[in-house]
């Protein structure tokens, strides 16, 4: 018997088993919301997607940045600069007594230059390239949702294997006592005569299945246990438990098949983030195309020199290169009029544009079908469970009646296996049918891209 749709999720767990660090022995026992906790914490895929949207948020502070300011530049700057002192003499001609003959006729300076250009009008140059960058974050962001749903899916589909394993080794229990409380009878009866050696032979085959089907339950646990504690990002040595002892259907019910695929349109991580690349490129066109006109700035400038061995003539018509202050600003534009270059990059932009826009409409399909398919599993898993119960009531019935009837000598030992056989397997495909239930539901949820299940009912 296998141990429930978790087995076949184990394929995605070796990246985890690899990421496992050793753990010394012990016992970890969890609940579903905290096992999803832990494997959001453990799954190395996740820390990928995080550092992406990170890359991508530093883009977009840098695209933002570009509006105010891009180009401040301070420079200060020593160095040595000869003496030139000034007098004037009784004839009012200007004369200096240093030289530049000796280190002492040697002195310093200090230059300070502070420029800046500010845009004042780009024709949407900036705005263009901001949005680009903010749809870019969002589509990382799709991209990390995309993630933590299937990791969200895969450890729910694991831990109610989990708990379905142990229900089947709990039901496998239960048979095994029955059987064996049967077969006392039966001895008691073959050595009154009531019973043949081959309803003896009968017995023993009924036997060796039960004890088969026990040993693969233990088996599908042990396999069941094994994926989660890889999903979880713990080591070998770890013995996992389950907070769940009790198989029961999440608290849920099923709605309308076009609201669900309402709710896929807008909130399926792969439809937001193909929504938000075709923004970007889309923005980054306009941006592209807008780098054909012109851009409207101011420049300003500070520059100030001091040397205190320099003469300051404090004249107008006297051009001074030390001891002075200066400052000023001007209103201009550039433009860059490699047009053919500008239309080139815009037309790669538009193309690769256009590229994911005819995915749109394959994806939506794509995605529709897959709501319609998850629908249809929930859908059918609803009232595998319900018709169920009943069915199981039945063959309780007729396990009961027949050990009553067999006690008294009525009733036939192949009458007994196969009342036994139908009542096992009716538990296990109950407890199937459960675990199909909440896992379909999990399905569901991934598939409309929001969590629909509230806690076990």
Same mark, same amino acid.
């Given at each position: 018997?296998?141990?429930?749709?978790?087995?076949?999720?184990?394929?995605?767990?070796?990246?985890?088993?690899?990421?496992?660090?050793?753990?010394?022995?012990?016992?970890?026992?969890?609940?579903?919301?905290?096992?999803?906790?832990?494997?959001?914490?453990?799954?190395?895929?996740?820390?990928?997607?995080?550092?992406?949207?990170?890359?991508?948020?530093?883009?977009?502070?840098?695209?933002?940045?570009?509006?105010?300011?891009?180009?401040?530049?301070?420079?200060?700057?020593?160095?040595?600069?000869?003496?030139?002192?000034?007098?004037?003499?009784?004839?009012?001609?200007?004369?200096?007594?240093?030289?530049?003959?000796?280190?002492?006729?040697?002195?310093?300076?200090?230059?300070?230059?502070?420029?800046?250009?500010?845009?004042?009008?780009?024709?949407?140059?900036?705005?263009?390239?901001?949005?680009?960058?903010?749809?870019?974050?969002?589509?990382?962001?799709?991209?990390?949702?995309?993630?933590?749903?299937?990791?969200?899916?895969?450890?729910?589909?694991?831990?109610?294997?989990?708990?379905?394993?142990?229900?089947?080794?709990?039901?496998?229990?239960?048979?095994?006592?029955?059987?064996?409380?049967?077969?006392?009878?039966?001895?008691?009866?073959?050595?009154?005569?009531?019973?043949?050696?081959?309803?003896?032979?009968?017995?023993?085959?009924?036997?060796?299945?039960?004890?088969?089907?026990?040993?693969?339950?233990?088996?599908?646990?042990?396999?069941?246990?094994?994926?989660?504690?890889?999903?979880?990002?713990?080591?070998?040595?770890?013995?996992?438990?389950?907070?769940?002892?009790?198989?029961?259907?999440?608290?849920? @019910?099923?709605? !309308?098949?076009? =609201?669900?695929? /309402?709710?896929?349109? +807008?909130?399926?991580?792969?439809?937001?983030? &193909? #929504? *938000?690349?075709?923004?970007?490129?889309?923005?980054?066109?306009?941006?592209?195309?807008?780098?054909?006109?012109?851009?409207?700035?101011?420049?300003?400038?500070?520059?100030?020199?001091?040397?205190?061995?320099?003469?300051?003539?404090?004249?107008?018509?006297?051009?001074?290169?030390?001891?002075?202050?200066?400052?000023?600003?001007?209103?201009?534009?550039?433009?860059?009029?490699?047009?053919?270059?500008?239309?080139?990059?815009?037309?790669?932009?538009?193309?690769?544009?256009?590229?994911?826009?005819?995915?749109?409409?394959?994806?939506?399909?794509?995605?529709?079908?897959?709501?319609?398919?998850?629908?249809?599993? @929930?859908?059918? !898993?609803?009232? =595998?469970?319900? /018709?169920?119960?009943? +069915?199981?009531?039945?063959?309780?019935?007729? &396990? #009961? *009646?027949?050990?009553?009837?067999?006690?008294?000598?009525?009733?036939?030992?192949?009458?007994?296996?196969?009342?036994?056989?139908?009542?096992?397997?009716?538990?296990?495909?109950?407890?199937?049918?459960?675990?199909?239930?909440?896992?379909?539901?999990?399905?569901?949820?991934?598939?409309?891209?929001?969590?629909?299940?509230?806690?076990?009912?």
């Amino acid at each position: 018997m296998r141990p429930g749709p978790a087995v076949g999720a184990l394929a995605l767990l070796l990246l985890l088993q690899g990421a496992a660090s050793a753990q010394t022995s012990d016992t970890v026992t969890v609940g579903l919301a905290a096992a999803e906790r832990r494997a959001l914490d453990a799954n190395p895929l996740l820390a990928g997607a995080e550092a992406r949207i990170e890359v991508y948020r530093a883009q977009e502070n840098r695209a933002k940045q570009a509006r105010f300011l891009p180009e401040l530049n301070l420079r200060n700057s020593w160095g040595i600069i000869p003496k030139q002192r000034g007098a004037y003499n009784e004839y009012g001609v200007l004369v200096s007594p240093d030289t530049i003959l000796g280190v002492k006729d040697m002195s310093w300076f200090t230059q300070v230059d502070l420029r800046l250009v500010q845009p004042l009008w780009t024709f949407g140059k900036l705005g263009y390239r901001i949005e680009a960058a903010e749809r870019a974050v969002e589509a990382s962001e799709a991209g990390l949702d995309k993630t933590r749903a299937d990791v969200l899916l895969m450890v729910r589909q694991l831990y109610w294997g989990v708990v379905l394993a142990q229900e089947l080794e709990s039901a496998a229990d239960d048979v095994l006592e029955k059987v064996a409380e049967a077969e006392t009878k039966l001895m008691e009866q073959y050595e009154e005569g009531t019973a043949t050696q081959n309803d003896l032979f009968k017995f023993e085959i009924f036997q060796y299945e039960v004890h088969r089907r026990y040993r693969e339950v233990r088996a599908g646990l042990d396999e069941a246990r094994s994926g989660l504690r890889a999903a979880l990002g713990l080591g070998r040595d770890i013995t996992i438990r389950v907070e769940t002892e009790a198989l029961d259907t999440v608290s849920f @019910a099923l709605g !309308a098949l076009s =609201d669900y695929l /309402e709710m896929a349109r +807008a909130n399926r991580p792969e439809l937001r983030e &193909l #929504r *938000a690349g075709i923004s970007a490129r889309r923005a980054l066109m306009v941006a592209e195309q807008r780098d054909a006109w012109p851009t409207l700035f101011f420049g300003g400038s500070i520059s100030a020199n001091l040397a205190p061995d320099r003469y300051d003539p404090r004249n107008p018509f006297w051009q001074n290169l030390t001891n002075y202050f200066r400052g000023g600003g001007v209103v201009g534009f550039e433009w860059n009029f490699n047009f053919g270059q500008h239309n080139a990059e815009a037309e790669i932009q538009r193309t690769e544009m256009l590229q994911l826009e005819s995915q749109s409409d394959a994806l939506v399909a794509l995605v529709e079908q897959e709501v319609r398919e998850a629908w249809l599993k @929930a859908d059918r !898993a609803y009232v =595998d469970v319900a /018709e169920g119960r009943g +069915a199981l009531q039945a063959s309780e019935n007729w &396990l #009961r *009646a027949e050990l009553q009837t067999y006690d008294i000598g009525m009733s036939e030992v192949k009458d007994l296996i196969d009342a036994f056989r139908a009542n096992a397997e009716m538990r296990v495909q109950q407890l199937r049918n459960i675990a199909d239930f909440n896992t379909a539901v999990a399905e569901l949820s991934r598939r409309v891209g929001l969590d629909l299940s509230v806690g076990q009912g």
